[in-house]
């Protein structure tokens, strides 16, 4: 499903910026208020990760967004915010999935 999954925890306020920026204009949330300690970053198919999307907002109180980019491969990626025992359960629970 997913070609590649890393949690960052406690993003810096660079990486914060990255991510704000490739989220594109849509809503977001009120994620800039939010008081998220992690974000796990899955990249992969679309429709793999629209089920990852699903997968892991079912399975943890977490934020996911579509993190826009350009890639060759016509992969995408998204970002889930939370807290870091909530977006490592997502992540666990969409590599479960995997299997």
Known sequence: MASSIQIISHPGPGVFDILMSRMGSGPKKMLVDANFSAVGLVQGKLVDMMVAADIAEK??????YDLKGSCPQHLTMIGIFGDIAAVKASVDAIQLKEK
Request: charged content about 15%.
């Open 59 to 64: 399975a943890a109180d977490v934020q996911v």
